[in-house]
Each structure stands twice: as structure tokens, then as C-alpha cells.
């Protein structure tokens, strides 16, 4: 377990003013009348996908198969496997004096879709499996296309378990005393819009909750060492138990006269824990014969958490104190290449179409109150030790690479 | 009134206003560039989650991103 509180599907408390508002949007989804004209479900397809991240003293990879069929044109099912597997030494690990780990994870998904006229309910469960962390996922949801087809409105629910486990960092048994919930809620609402010939773009809005144990069981803050101002101590962090979240995110996607296309987003992100960030992203994609080329750029920045200190002044300063990087101020930058062979233009056989795909991603994480701490953990006498609080700023570069055969049947 | 009240009821009223005639100014044969797959939002489904999960887990920030995700504790 790496870090609690992360993809938590939440309910906005405030959402409880508003109940009337879905209530009678879930209504007059339910009983529009079928339209005259259906809607078309994904094709058949099955991607297998192997993944390799980088960076930071972290290295995870594994393989991502996705299978989706359709049945009588208005049934599809579909199933996902997923692997990490991780050996980590991050700046975390060394700092806290823990030596290197590995560990799995392993995820399966499987999802139902049924169109009804120009109505899609879909259905899909999700269970995530660690040694010393467990999730389960169950998620519902509804899209409507309108106005011959140029709108197309989708909603969406979540509710996510977990269980949150400790393992003895020297031992590596888990800790038979240590068992956390969290609680996960979440609310999507989104609408995509053909604007013009070339034009489309969508509006996505995700309000999320979790209730429980959301920090991480292994992770410390530090602060100021009493007996020696220049060094530091460690302690274990302390988080509120609850988090609510509001995302906001515009897409448009722009076709070029030569057949090409350009790309463009934006998120905003509040939080209750102080967080506020923005994502923007840029793309581009041209296809040459029988190659799909892409090119994408993409710019994070946030500001750090409320109980957020990459030094406190003394245990115990305030009732809730974190160190996580992931709260702290920050950005990151990604640069994205991709390539697309389709291998099999006409066919064979019951295959319709086959693509072999190769992406790579460059990101660099950029920390502004994120010290290296290792610096002042080096001996007072090396030239390189630098006093707890004037270490350099943290700073990493990963790759990212992505590999997957698609076929579509 | 709140944000999520507002878009909510924005959202409600363009689903009702659905059950009239309204006339799409961009006609079905005119929309072979949109049909293209280079124009797809999501065109690699198992390449988006994958990346997503990899932002996800190591920023702050999360949600509309257009997946229904899932739970992990991971990054």
C-alpha cells in the first residue's frame, strides 16, 4: 500500500441539498421515450497492453488485457485484468530507513452495457488486490444522446470499500491489529457536444467523498530535532478521516482540413483539505499511410495541503500533519509520443482491423516545499550535509512506456 | 445556490428541453470528419486508464477524467 485515499469515488455532502436536482434528472432519463433512431454500442475489441513506470527510485510494470463484446446489438460485456508490480526505493522509503520493497498489485474489472434506443445503462464492479490493501468498486451509469445526436449527456455513481492493512516493515507480516475502512462516494455528471463539422467538445463534472483511514500507515512527517536544531526526527502522519472533492474538466478535439486533429483540456480541482490544482493539455494526432502518429503536452501545478509542512517546528504542532510529496506544492510536466501501426488494414479472417501501438511519456515532477531530506541525514561533517530545512528542493524525471496489440472483431 | 446545484439543474433542463424538436444543425451526412477515429476522445481505452492511473497517484488532484475508475491503494 502506497497511498490510501487515492481514485476515491465520493459523495458531495452538499450533493444532499441537491437530491431533487438528480432525482429529476435520473427521472427524465429513465422515461424519455425511446428515440426513433438507435444509438450504437463500442465494437467488439480486445487490447493487451504491457506498461513499465519509472522514476523517483520506483519501478512498477505489469500487463493491462481489456476484452469487450457486444450481443445482439444491444448487450455488451466487458473485463479488464491489471498487474503493478513494484520495487520501490522512493525518497520516502530511504528516507524513513526502510530498504528497498516489492509488492503486487492486482486488479480485475468486469462491466455490463444495455442500450436501450438512444439510452446506455452500464453496470461495473471493480476489486483491487494488495497484501496489505483491498478495494472493491461498484459503479453505475447512464448516457443519453439528444438533439439528433449532437448531445450526448452521461451521468454516473460510485461506491467504493476499502481495507487498509499494515505490514511490519522488518518482519513483512501484516500487522494482525491494524485494520482501516475507507468509505468512497462519487458523482459524475458530463455532456459532449458537436459543435460544428469539426468540432466536438465535452463538459465533465465529478464530485468525490472517502470516509475513513486516508492516509498512508508506513509514511512520517519530520520535524525539528530538540536536541540538535540541524537534523530531524520522524513521526507517523496524522490525516483528517474525511475528503470531499469538486473536478471540473473542457475537452474539444478540432479536425484539420488534411486529416488531421488537435486537442485540448482543462481541469480545475478544489479539495476540503486546501488542495487546489489545474491540468491543461495539448495534442496532436496525424495519421500517414498506415501509421498514426501522436504528440501530446501536458502542464499540472497545485498548491499543498492545509495540515501540509515539509518541516514542522515540533511533534504533535497541529492535529493533522502531513509530509506526503502528493500534497505538497508542486508541478508536473509530460511530454507524450506515440506511434500506431495498423498491421492489418483489410482484415483476416473474423479479425476486422489489428493495431500494434507504442506510446512514451516523459514527466517531470518539479517539488517547491518538498525537500531532500537525505542531505540532512549525511554526516555533519560531509561537505555535502546541509542543515534539516535548507536541503535542495526534490525534484524527479520518469518514463512512462506503454506497449499493446489491439484487435477488433 | 451551489455550484453542483447549478449544473445539476442546467443539465435537468437540457434533458427536458430533449423532449422537443430541435432541429441539428449539423446533419448526419455531415459529419464523416467527426466519424473519423482520430477524432475519438477515448480512441485507446486500456492506454487512457492506465495513464490516468499513473497521474492519479501521484497528484492531488483527481476526478473528471471521464473514467468511473476504481479503487486502489496504490501508485
Known amino acids: 500500500m502506497k497511498k490510501a485515499g487515492k481514485k476515491a469515488w465520493g459523495v458531495e455532502i452538499r450533493a444532499r441539498a441537491s437530491t431533487r436536482c438528480w432525482l429529476g434528472l435520473v427521472l427524465a432519463l429513465l422515461f424519455l421515450p425511446a428515440a426513433s433512431f438507435a444509438g450504437v454500442l463500442a465494437d467488439d475489441r480486445a487490447d493487451a497492453l504491457y506498461h513499465r513506470y519509472e522514476g523517483g527510485g520506483v519501478t512498477i510494470h505489469g500487463p493491462s488485457v481489456l476484452v469487450r463484446k457486444k450481443f445482439a446489438e444491444k448487450y455488451a460485456l466487458s473485463a479488464n485484468y491489471y498487474q503493478d508490480m513494484v520495487t520501490s526505493a522512493s525518497i520516502d522509503v530511504e528516507v524513513s530507513g526502510a530498504s528497498e520493497y516489492k509488492e503486487e498489485r492486482t486488479q480485475y474489472s468486469v462491466g455490463a452495457e444495455y442500450l436501450r434506443g438512444k439510452t446506455t445503462y452500464n453496470l461495473g464492479y471493480t476489486n483491487s488486490k494488495e497484501n496489505d490493501y483491498q478495494a472493491e468498486t461498484t459503479t453505475f451509469g447512464i448516457s443519453q444522446d439528444l438533439f439528433g445526436d449532437l448531445t450526448t449527456i452521461t451521468m454516473g455513481f460510485s461506491r467504493g470499500k476499502d481495507v487498509v492493512r499494515r505490514r511490519d516493515t522488518t518482519t513483512d507480516q501484516i500487522d494482525p491489529t491494524f485494520k482501516e475502512p475507507i468509505d468512497r462516494w462519487s458523482y459524475r455528471v458530463g455532456v459532449s457536444q458537436i459543435l460544428t463539422k469539426a468540432l466536438i467538445t465535452s463538459l465533465q463534472l465529478e464530485v468525490i467523498t472517502d470516509e475513513g483511514f486516508l492516509n498512508n500507515p508506513y509514511r512520517s512527517y519530520r520535524f525539528v530535532n530538540p536536541s540538535d536544531d540541524r537534523l530531524f526526527a520522524l513521526a507517523r502522519e496524522i490525516y483528517p478521516r474525511t475528503r470531499t472533492s469538486n473536478a471540473v474538466a473542457v475537452n474539444g478535439r478540432y479536425y484539420l482540413p488534411y486529416r488531421a486533429a488537435i486537442h485540448g483540456g482543462y481541469r480545475f480541482f478544489t479539495d476540503t483539505w486546501g488542495i487546489g490544482a489545474n491540468t491543461f493539455e495539448l495534442g496532436y494526432t496525424h495519421p500517414w499511410r498506415q501509421w498514426t502518429f501522436e504528440l501530446g503536452y501536458r502542464y499540472y501545478s497545485q498548491g499543498n495541503a492545509d495540515f501540509y509542512s515539509d518541516l514542522f517546528d515540533r511533534p504533535n504542532q497541529q492535529n493533522f500533519l502531513a509530509r506526503d510529496k502528493e500534497l505538497s506544492t508542486f508541478t508536473s510536466q509530460a511530454l507524450s509520443l506515440g506511434a500506431t501501426y495498423d498491421f492489418l488494414p483489410n482484415g483476416w479472417r473474423f479479425i476486422k482491423k489489428g493495431t500494434l501501438n507504442i506510446f512514451y511519456d516523459r514527466i517531470q515532477f518539479d517539488y517547491e516545499d518538498f525537500r531532500d531530506a537525505r542531505f540532512a541525514q549525511l554526516p555533519t561533517s560531509d561537505p555535502n550535509f546541509h542543515p534539516a530545512g535548507t536541503e535542495p528542493l526534490y525534484s524527479f524525471g520518469a518514463n512512462v512506456i506503454q506497449a499493446f496489440v489491439s484487435v477488433w472483431f | ?75
Open chain 2, 1 to 75: 445556490m451551489g455550484k453542483t446545484k447549478l449544473i445539476s439543474l442546467a443539465l435537468a433542463a437540457l434533458v427536458l428541453a430533449g423532449c422537443g424538436n430541435i432541429e441539428p444543425w449539423v446533419k448526419p451526412y455531415e459529419r464523416q470528419a467527426l466519424a473519423d477515429p482520430i477524432m475519438s476522445f477515448d480512441a485507446n481505452p486500456v492506454s487512457t486508464a492506465y495513464l490516468d492511473h499513473v497521474f492519479d497517484a501521484r497528484e492531488g488532484a483527481r476526478g473528471a477524467n471521464g473514467s468511473s475508475g476504481g479503487g486502489c491503494g496504490c501508485n
